[in-house]
């Protein structure tokens, strides 16, 4: 069964910094599209990057320069960096991943498998 594990969120102070983990189960993910999205409560989710089968890496326009994706393929696990976080990061973080042809791995694509998701508060 095709799974996908959030872990690592919690509470944080402004300015402090994160890292978030997906552990990936019943496939090997390496040449998937693989992202992160995040949701704060009462908005619509947003789009923080996407990381290609060619380990690739594209940015939202947010979180550029504070958000690192990276991802061990040997382990099947996908990162997410978070440095200097502000209150406006707070949310529900999640992963999500398909099938990559070589070409499109964008936020916009479809995403067919999706993990339940870890909270990120930021606060003092």
């Known amino acids: 069964e095709v799974q996908l594990v959030e872990s690592g969120g919690g509470p944080v102070q402004p300015g402090g910094s994160l890292r978030l983990s997906c552990a990936a189960s019943?496939?090997?993910?390496?040449?998937?599209?693989l992202a992160w999205f995040r949701q704060a409560p009462g908005k619509e989710r947003e789009g923080i990057g996407t990381?290609?089968?060619?380990?690739?890496?594209f940015y939202s326009d947010s979180v550029k320069g504070r958000f690192t994706i990276s991802k061990d393929n040997a382990n099947n696990t996908l990162y997410l960096q978070m440095n200097n976080l502000q209150p406006g990061d707070s949310g529900m973080y999640y992963c999500a991943a398909h099938p990559w042809g070589g070409a499109y791995c964008i936020i916009g694509a479809t995403f067919n498998y999706w993990g339940q998701g870890t909270q990120v508060t930021v606060s003092s």
């Open positions: 019943g496939f090997n993910f390496s040449p998937y599209c």
């Open positions: 990381i290609d089968g060619r380990n690739s890496p």
